[in-house]
């Protein structure tokens, strides 16, 4: 069965980094668009990247643009995110998914980002 | 960005009700919505994709309806494991947006 595990979140200070990774398994990861979703605590769901199944195409979120970057190694089954220069904002669940013709119909259980002082 | 806007915000109704829940585009989005449930502490659940068509799974009293700018989510009758956060989904222009949700109570 699909299944999609999300790490690396954890409790950062504003303005530094932290990659988060997500573990593909039960489909074949290199046929599949991917992306990254957040949610921050009490709020509705954020779009936030999206790469292609060869990594030609990424797109970002405008409040993420320039500060977070998307990637994949299909060889290993794995999604990363690249998040640099964190603000409080950014505080959030953020959750990997399986991007299918225009719907997201995988979903990892998420990882929690916390950035505060 | 094409913005979407759910209603009601929270729908109170009780077991065996029928639900409505509304989700209006702010330009045509043709069929290309989606809708998710969301419960607490659990990741989104894909329901409807392409406006009407049920994701693998998903029970018949589930279904989706319209086109273009508004949309309709309908549960024929509620079960009291279909309590929980709803929300539509588009793609355009390569850029997802989500609506901000409606929540569904128990009355």
């Known amino acids: 069965q699909v299944q999609l595990v999300e790490s690396g979140g954890g409790l950062v200070k504003p303005g530094g980094s932290l990659r988060l990774s997500c573990a593909a398994s039960g489909f074949t990861f290199s046929d599949y668009y991917m992306s990254w979703i957040r949610q921050a605590p009490g709020k509705g769901l954020e779009w936030v990247s999206y790469?292609?199944?060869?990594?030609?195409?990424?797109n970002y979120a405008d409040s993420v643009k320039g500060r977070f970057t998307i990637s994949r190694d299909n060889a290993k089954n794995s999604l990363y995110l690249q998040m640099n220069s964190l603000r409080a904002e950014d505080t959030a669940v953020y959750y990997c998914?399986?991007?299918?013709?225009?719907?997201?119909?995988?979903w990892g259980q998420g990882t929690l980002v916390t950035v505060s002082s | 960005e094409i913005v979407l806007t759910q209603s009601p915000a929270t729908l109170s109704l009780s077991p065996g009700e029928r639900a409505t829940l509304s989700c209006r585009a702010s330009q045509s989005v043709s069929s290309y919505l989606a809708w998710y449930q969301q419960k607490p502490g659990q990741a989104p659940r894909l329901l409807i994709y392409?406006?009407?068509n049920r994701a693998t799974g998903i029970p018949a009293r589930f279904s989706g309806s319209g086109s273009g700018t508004d949309f309709t989510l309908t549960i024929s009758s509620l079960e009291p494991e279909d309590f929980a956060v709803y929300y539509c989904q588009q793609r355009s222009n390569w850029a997802i947006t989500f609506g901000q949700g409606t929540r569904l109570e128990i009355k």
């Open positions: 998914a399986r991007w299918l013709l225009r719907r997201f119909d995988y």
């Open positions: 392409d406006a009407s």
């Open positions: 790469i292609s199944s060869s990594s030609s195409y990424t």
